[in-house]
């Protein structure tokens, strides 16, 4: 009986095993009353065996069904660690395969501005010559500004020290940097800029939310090819939406809504993906700083990026 209720227990047949000492101990007691033994010590052992060993398989499964619910949690927590961690690798897998297919075409567009500025020097055009070297340098520019934010977004996949520290940060502010950041791309391309700020503030990452604006620009400027960029702020309940407007050619050929919440679930399992200049870098920078980014596009009409930050009060 020992042996069976020992086996049972190893696999966790905590009923099976219940139920066999209780008919094992039922059996043993019925064979007492069918042959009645005479003997006093026959009764004594069996109150000196049968019950402390009954109290002891009780304590056996109780511990034994604290170690199963303790090894269910645990296999709980690995499987879903590891889901989160084939989570996070399909989708840097992803951004390594975007982000190259992202700076090359840049660079290809380098390599062709140096023929023709070559060629613009033989005819000894010195205007068409330094048209194209100015969009060298902006080309070059955009290279680098986006080159920085894959160094950003490796900090925050590598969650460094520091990288998220977030502290009231003014609107203004934010809206100064980002604008001195992108002001010689949007004067070599001529596009017209409009900027709306505001005395509020945010709890944010200076440097993340600006790197995000930033890209958001740039993506304007040279994938939508925008003529026009507004850069605004908007309350939205206890929220500030950071806004980037253009009116460009859109990303897809269809109306499309692109939410950081729900992109990479989209991205990873479907094949079908909106054109765009570091749009998965984009997202990917706002998923690991907890904020919220919403980009409407119509076709032809534009783009319309909103980034959601937690309003705070600087009185208090």
Not at 186 to 214: D, G, P, T
């Amino acid at each position: 009986m020992s042996y069976a209720l020992i086996g049972m227990l190893n696999y966790h047949l905590f009923q099976a095993s219940a139920a066999f000492s209780v008919i094992c101990i039922a059996w043993y007691l019925a064979l007492l009353l069918f042959f009645q033994p005479g003997e006093a010590r026959v009764y004594v052992i069996t109150l000196t065996t049968m019950i402390p060993a009954a109290i002891a398989m009780y304590v056996s499964m109780r511990l034994s069904g604290r170690v199963s619910r303790r090894n269910f949690f645990l296999n709980k927590v690995y499987l879903d660690a590891k889901d989160e961690a084939e989570k996070a690798n399909s989708v840097l897998s992803l951004l390594l395969t975007s982000t190259g297919h992202d700076v090359r075409q840049p660079l290809f567009a380098l390599d062709l501005n140096a023929t023709v500025l070559s060629r613009a020097l033989d005819r000894g055009d010195l205007a068409a010559a330094q048209e194209t070297a100015d969009k060298q340098k902006s080309l070059t520019r955009n290279i680098s500004q986006f080159l920085t934010s894959v160094l950003e977004l490796s900090r925050t996949e590598r969650n460094l020290s520091d990288w998220n520290r977030s502290s009231p940060v003014a609107v203004s502010d934010l809206f100064e940097t980002t604008a001195a950041l992108a002001r010689e791309t949007i004067s070599v391309n001529q596009v017209q800029w409009r900027e709306v700020s505001s005395a509020l503030h945010v709890e944010a990452s200076k440097s993340m939310v600006e790197r995000i604006l930033l890209n958001l620009i740039i993506n304007a400027v040279a994938h939508a090819e925008a003529e026009r960029i507004l850069l605004g702020v908007r309350r939205c309940g206890k929220d500030v939406m950071l806004c980037v407007v253009d009116n460009g050619r859109g990303l897809s050929s269809e109306p499309i809504v692109l939410d950081s919440e729900t992109y990479f679930e989209h991205r990873i399992h479907s094949a079908d993906r909106a054109s765009g200049y570091g749009l998965d870098l984009i997202f990917r920078l706002a998923q690991n700083c907890d904020y919220r980014l919403v980009m409407r596009s119509e076709p032809g009409r534009g783009v319309h990026a909103c980034l959601r930050l937690p309003r705070t009060d600087t009185r208090e």
